[in-house]
């Protein structure tokens, strides 16, 4: 009983870190731009696709798939807000729910034409495997994937606090108007919040891609994943979003060892809509 | 007095019956003029997370088609050809029913082939029988015919046969090869897909005492099974007869290499996932040694069956999957079907009542469907089920599929236990 509640919080820390990166980029998107990107989900799902054609086509890992997927991700963000989300920021709410799940729809559609409904995996990884301290598994990857996921975090942290374009992210976050008039260029900042909101589902698609396959409506999981994570850390804070990223992915890991596997989204969503009644702010909001 | 009266009453019956001899009985109905070509419908997910069945199953209709047409169409119609036209059925149930009614409205098909998800067919099955168009499914659940539809026919095995068949693989694998099993569980997606196949299983198992010491059941899209290998390490059958859909085919897979655990041998069930060409691209190594059952047997050594798999290996560059294999010997089941009804109700042979008595009076031992079906008879019973269903078992060998069971339709012999096994 302990053995299989501590094995499913060890498996449920490491999953819940990539949950946290995941989330971070729906939280920074939401959190500057007050955008609701409905879309997310099919970023990673994106991302996931392009880590195996890259993959494939260069007989790379799939955690070295990043190195390409970044960057292309980090454009296709620029131009997507650019070409979509631009023209909406200064229109009602429903608008940009409106772009947003339709940019969802149609990055699905494209890609069941591109890739026919087939699930894609990569047969190897060479941080595939497993090794075990104390009578416990450790699986390699998600171990990889969760200290890179932290890593990446922890990066991105130290770039919204210490550089000028994520202090003026921040400012734009915080009072738009007053960011303007101190000089924040509103455009270049939403592009290069998008950018990065976008890049960061390219490293998670590399991990994830190193232990699982996609598909093209898989994207759909990951979005509404993103969404919980956000609800339960609330806007502003990154800590809270690894915990909250934790939290998930523990409740996950424990629902499918000790009650059922089918019920692992429903412990999901119950803390979701648990968290949205008592404390719409999120656990760590600061707004 | 009373005597004339009787004299004239037998009169009149007399002259009565005379008349009503000689007048003209009423002619029997003229012979239906027969259209210019038979239209078939094919209604398929051709889009959606199910469109890798319906793609392949419109492939094998497509190719049966162009085979009986070639062979010089419906002969006891006078060589009438088959013209198919195709539907997508979407990725809902709604969709496919939409997408039968669309069909049926446009283009007036004699029988439509197809579906494959099996509340698809629940659904479509509700149009073509009120439209009274024959409907061959290629869903694998039980229940598609038990709901009283007259014109639906199921050629192929049901998914109950399936789980059977993967329990009777692996019992009579093991003891021919002497090796001990002595426990089971039992894992599957939580459709009725998943539940039916398993319920095959278990139903084998209980019959035979065989103890189960696991059944787990998991959403279909699941991402992540570790935790659940994890709980079958700590259950440790020494079998385990698992029924995917196909993405969490690949799910399991990479779940069962990344843990490094492995029961002696994994049987799958119900044809979806582990053997087909992308489950083993995308597995790799980790799909070596896994089984799967099968509704279609593409080793069949027959002449028919190994033009259609040269034809499909052509056009795709691997062997004909379950659902090409499935929908291709539907079309020649119907193809049967049809000839009966031309030969046997030539004034109508089109008409909806007679092709359903044609399908309901086949025996079919020989000829195309037969060369290409896994048992060596289709003959419906009345719930338009076949009462000979085959299932083969097909083992990932070297990174291709090979048919390992029964031992006369196999064409390598199983590799037992897995060779990841410890």
């Not at chain 2, 024959?134 to 046969?161: C, E, H, K, S, W």
């Not at chain 2, 070297?398 to 048919?403: A, F, I, L, R």
């Amino acid at each position: 009983m302990i053995e299989t509640a501590t094995q499913g919080v060890i498996s449920g820390v490491m999953m819940g870190a990539i949950y946290a990166l995941i989330a971070l980029g729906l939280s920074i998107v939401f959190g500057v731009m007050n955008v609701t990107n409905f879309a997310h989900g099919e970023f990673v799902m994106l991302s996931m696709y392009l880590s195996y054609v890259v993959g494939t086509a260069l007989a790379w890992d799939a955690v070295v798939t990043p190195v390409i997927t970044v960057p292309l991700l980090f454009f296709f963000g620029i131009i997507t807000y650019h070409l979509l989300l631009h023209r909406t920021l200064r229109q009602m709410y429903v608008v940009q729910l409106a772009v947003t799940v339709g940019l969802q729809i149609l990055m699905r559609s494209a890609a069941l034409i591109v890739w026919n409904a087939q699930p894609r995996a990569l047969q190897y990884s060479f941080i595939q495997g497993n090794f075990e301290i104390g009578g416990f598994t450790i699986l390699t990857s998600r171990l990889v994937a969760a200290v890179v996921s932290l890593l990446f975090i922890g990066g991105i942290a130290y770039f919204l606090n210490k550089t000028w374009a994520g202090k003026a992210m921040r400012a734009a976050s915080d009072d738009f108007d007053a960011a303007s008039l101190m000089g924040v260029n509103y455009k270049r900042t939403y592009a290069l919040t998008f950018g990065i909101g976008s890049a960061l589902t390219a490293v998670a698609g590399g991990l994830l891609m190193s232990f699982q396959q996609t598909d093209p409506v898989g994207g759909i999981r990951f979005g509404l994943l993103s969404w919980c994570v956000l609800a339960l850390a609330g806007l502003g804070s990154i800590p809270g979003l690894v915990v909250a990223g934790i939290i998930v992915g523990v409740a996950e890991a424990l629902t499918v060892s000790f009650f059922d596997p089918r019920s692992r989204l429903l412990a999901v969503y119950a803390i979701f809509i648990l968290v949205l009644w008592l404390r719409p702010r999120g656990l760590f909001g600061r707004r | 007095m009373q005597r004339k009266v009787y004299q004239l009453f037998l009169m009149l019956i007399v002259a009565a019956m005379v008349l009503g001899a000689c007048t003209p009985t009423p002619a029997t109905p003229a012979a239906k003029k027969l259209p210019a070509e038979i239209v078939v419908g094919v209604v398929q997910p051709l889009t959606g997370s199910f469109a890798v069945f319906g793609n392949e199953g419109k492939i094998g209709a497509e190719l049966a088609v162009k085979h009986i047409n070639e062979a010089g169409g419906i002969k006891s119609m006078g060589g009438l050809k088959l013209k198919l036209v195709v539907e997508d059925a979407g990725d809902n149930a709604d969709s496919a029913k939409l997408a039968t009614e669309s069909m049926i409205s446009k283009n007036h098909p004699v029988a439509i082939l197809g579906l494959y998800i099996s509340r698809f067919v629940m659904a479509a099955s509700e149009v073509t029988d009120r439209e009274k168009v024959i409907l061959i499914a290629d869903a694998l659940v039980p229940q598609i015919t038990q709901m009283g539809r007259q014109y639906l026919f199921r050629p192929g095995p049901n998914a109950t046969n399936h789980g059977a068949m993967a329990y009777q693989f692996i019992k009579e694998t093991a003891k021919a090869q002497n090796i001990e099993i002595g426990s089971l569980a039992i894992l599957n997606e939580d459709s009725a897909n998943g539940r039916a196949n398993s319920l095959g299983a278990t139903e084998q198992a209980l019959i035979d005492k065989f103890p189960i010491t696991t059944t787990l059941e998991y959403p279909y899209d699941i991402t992540d099974a570790t935790q659940i290998v994890q709980q079958l390490k700590q259950a440790n059958p020494d079998v385990v007869i698992h029924t995917p859909y196909f993405n969490d085919a690949i799910v399991f897979g990479k779940a069962f290499k990344e843990t490094g655990y492995y029961p002696k041998f994994i049987a799958g069930a119900g044809a979806c996932g582990y053997v087909d060409p992308e489950s083993i691209k995308a597995l790799g190594d980790a799909a070596e040694g896994i089984s799967m059952t099968f509704s279609y047997n593409p080793a069949k050594n027959t002449p028919q069956n190994k033009k259609f798999v040269e034809d499909y290996k052509a056009l795709k560059g691997y062997i004909p999957t379950e659902g090409a294999g499935m929908n291709y010997y539907d079309a020649m089941v119907l193809y049967e079907a049809l000839e009966y009804s031309g030969k046997n109700f030539p004034d109508d042979p089109l008409n909806p009542d007679n092709l359903r008595k044609s399908f309901l009076a086949l025996d079919l031992k020989t000829g195309p469907a037969a060369e290409t079906y896994p048992s060596p008879e289709i003959k419906f019973n009345a719930l338009g089920d076949n009462q000979f269903p085959g299932v083969v078992v097909l083992q990932v060998q070297n990174g291709e599929p090979k048919v390992v069971y029964p031992p006369a339709e196999a064409e390598a012999q199983p590799v037992f236990p897995n060779p990841h096994y410890k």
